[in-house]
């Protein structure tokens, strides 16, 4: 009975849902307290997807040896740089990309990442994990099989109990998408932590369905649509999605610390908990 599923997000893919289930409950069990709610966890579930991002018989550390002469492809490059820049605004210790941000792509990644293992956001994250992320946000673009097989894997998880939806990173893309295409389950709240889905051009244009004259679909599978972003958050880089999607998102801002993307923080915050619990009402209650 999964009355809440749960979306991951990028960099997922040497985990599962029930490993990542043991790590987002008690922060999420937290939150939901601080609101006076509660929720078993055999009531919560996972809608993983990290492990198409896998490769069958990959062996090392489950991550190619990716540098910056790697990202050739346009998105894998303004999203880098687009983190830079976030990460350059937020830290005074992270040198900008300045007036040379036109240089040809391997000498301004290779800025980009030399900049980006200084940030304290960025803090413990590899090179190569930082353009397989990248990647791996291209690939959902551009991969139509891969974009549908990981919408599946959400909407496999939804049930006629299923009352919330919570998506963090990438997966509040996926969890838009899914529940713009679902028919089977409506009445559903979503609660969006650190979410991408306000970025221009790099994410916002190239959803499905796509936008027109600046506005996105609101998901019909959707009645409330919570969203939760830190402004330090270099992923969530538009806080604030009423705006493009619609007067009926509730935007709300938590302070999440130096980790400002980590999911635990957005769990255990009593805004997040909140939405859940409101969400976990039947309508009229």
């Not at 893919?13 to 939150?31: C, F, H, I, S």
């Not at 991002?53 to 062996?59: E, N």
């Not at 974009?147 to 109990?161: F, Y």
């Not at 972003?229 to 992923?235: F, H, I, K, L």
């Amino acid at each position: 009975m999964s009355r809440v599923v749960l979306v991951h997000g990028i960099a997922q893919q040497l985990r599962g849902g029930e490993t990542l289930l043991a790590d987002w409950y008690p922060a999420l069990a937290d939150g939901v307290g601080l609101a006076g709610g509660r929720v078993a966890r055999e009531e919560v579930s996972m809608a993983f997807y990290g492990d198409l991002f896998r490769a069958p018989g990959h062996r090392g550390l489950g991550v190619p040896e990716l540098t910056a002469a790697d990202v050739t492809d346009e998105l894998e490059r303004e999203l880098l740089l687009a983190w830079w820049r976030a990460a350059a605004a937020a830290e005074p210790a992270v040198p900008g990309p300045e007036a040379r941000a036109r240089a040809r792509t391997p000498h301004l990644v290779r800025r980009a990442l030399n900049a980006l293992s200084g940030s304290a956001f960025f803090a413990g994250v590899s090179e190569r994990l930082l353009v397989f992320s990248a990647r791996q946000v291209r690939r959902y673009f551009t991969e139509p099989a891969l974009r549908a097989r990981i919408r599946d894997r959400l909407a496999a998880q939804l049930t006629a109990e299923t009352r919330v939806v919570v998506a963090h990173s990438l997966g509040t893309v996926v969890a838009y998408e899914a529940l713009c295409a679902e028919t089977r389950h409506r009445d559903l709240a979503l609660v969006t932590l650190g979410s991408p889905l306000g970025i221009r051009n790099l994410v916002f244009d190239r959803l499905d369905p796509a936008p027109a004259d600046g506005r996105a679909s609101w998901p019909g599978a959707v009645r409330e649509w919570t969203n939760v972003a830190d402004r330090g958050d270099a992923v969530a880089l538009v806080a604030e999605l009423a705006p493009r999607f619609g007067e009926r998102v509730v935007d709300l801002g938590v302070h999440n610390g130096a980790k400002a993307h980590d999911v635990r923080p957005y769990l255990t915050a009593r805004e997040t908990g909140q939405a859940i619990t409101d969400g976990l009402k039947q309508p009229g209650d």
